[in-house]
């Protein structure tokens, strides 16, 4: 048995695959940005050894602030900035004003999610490393190292807002396209299978037309080849009937209501003689004369719906030196039955 199809859950498994790729992709753009930050974070680093490389030429003379002038006088903005601290103090934030608002204060209070402390306690001298860490929710790439100034350490940080640089025109335009193709690709995948699932639909109804059809057909077909059969049965051109199938045809006459009928009994002289006679009847009776063998020399016609005068014609001319007729039965109807008819009239022809 064949399974339909439900083109309705098909579908539905489309616009589930559809949304699964979107959530793919989304989450496959989270790591294509996060492995960009972290390809940023390892050129960040090479500045920070930089601007190292120009704190250590102060020589010892140099004081804490002009570590800290050196830091500010570098570029500086909402999204790119620069933190030193000493120990747990903090020498310089961002800028001049905002460093005021942190004096007194421990880095810890500036580096206060899980991700900037772990960042911070993860430092080490002289080696610059980076992070992706969170501050007030929003994400940085960061990175620093320790450094040994007169015999104390002190901790030195760049950190790059990451909105800096992923919605940097070119960057967020081909990000924007890439998605957009995406969308408009899942989009196309999801009408192209409505589409398809509604001719399918269309298709299968179609067939399904067609095999109720065919089954009409061949019904049809079945009936007309069963009245073909039976219309054979009597078609008597060219075949001879044996006596014990008489009683079904005139059975078969008397439901059709055919009439008259002209039974009509020849004797031929031999076996041989019987034969002839069949082979002569194939060329001058038509398919309405039934012929039946009733034994080796005796041969019963039976006249369908001829009139009398055509019929006994017929059987006249039919008779020769080796073929007589011995006698014959004219119904008219069939209002006693031609079985019955048949039997009374054959009766008579045994009698004599």
């Not at 048995?1 to 496959?28: E, G, H, P, S």
């Not at 924007?176 to 899942?186: A, D, G, K, P, R």
């Not at 031999?270 to 005796?298: G, I, W």
């Not at 001829?306 to 039965?329: F, G, M, P, T």
Request: aromatic share 12%.
């Amino acid at each position: 048995m064949k399974r339909k199809i439900n083109f309705f859950v098909v579908t539905a498994l489309v616009v589930f695959f559809a949304m699964a790729a979107d959530v793919f992709i989304i989450w496959q753009l989270n790591n294509y940005e996060t492995r960009f930050l972290e390809l940023y974070g390892a050129e960040q680093d090479g500045y920070v050894k930089v601007v190292l490389g120009e704190i250590n030429r102060l020589g010892d003379d140099a004081t804490e602030e002009n570590i800290t002038e050196i830091i500010s006088s570098l570029d500086a903005t909402a999204s790119r900035y620069w933190t030193v601290s000493k120990e747990d103090s903090i020498l310089f934030v961002k800028s001049v004003t905002e460093t005021n608002r942190y004096k007194g204060f421990t880095d810890g209070t500036y580096y206060a999610s899980d991700s900037a402390a772990a960042f911070m306690n993860r430092l080490k001298l002289n080696q610059v490393g980076h992070q992706i860490i969170y501050l007030n929710e929003d994400r940085f790439i960061a990175s620093g190292m320790i450094f040994e100034w007169r015999g104390q350490q002190y901790r030195i940080c760049l950190l790059t807002y990451d909105k800096a640089l992923l919605e940097d025109n070119i960057l967020l335009e081909c990000k924007n396209s890439i998605i957009i193709i995406l969308l408009l690709v899942l989009a196309l995948l999801i009408i192209l299978s409505m589409m398809m699932s509604k001719k399918i639909r269309g298709q299968a109804s179609r067939i399904a037309l067609q095999e109720e059809r065919a089954i009409w057909q061949n019904q049809q077909l079945e009936q007309l080849d069963e009245q073909m059969k039976r219309e054979h049965a009597f078609s008597a051109r060219k075949r001879v009937f044996k006596h014990t199938v008489l009683d079904e045809f005139l059975q078969e006459l008397d439901e059709r209501g055919a009439k008259p009928i002209h039974f009509a009994v020849f004797e031929t002289e031999t076996q041989e003689s019987r034969d002839e006679f069949f082979e002569h009847m194939q060329m001058v009776l038509d398919n309405r004369v039934l012929r039946f063998s009733m034994d080796d020399r005796l041969v019963l016609l039976i006249f369908a719906r001829y009139e009398q005068a055509v019929s006994s014609k017929i059987i006249r001319s039919l008779e020769n030196k080796k073929v007589r007729k011995v006698a014959d039965l004219y119904c008219g109807d069939n209002t006693e039955s031609y079985k019955r008819q048949f039997e009374q009239f054959w009766k008579a022809v045994a009698e004599e």
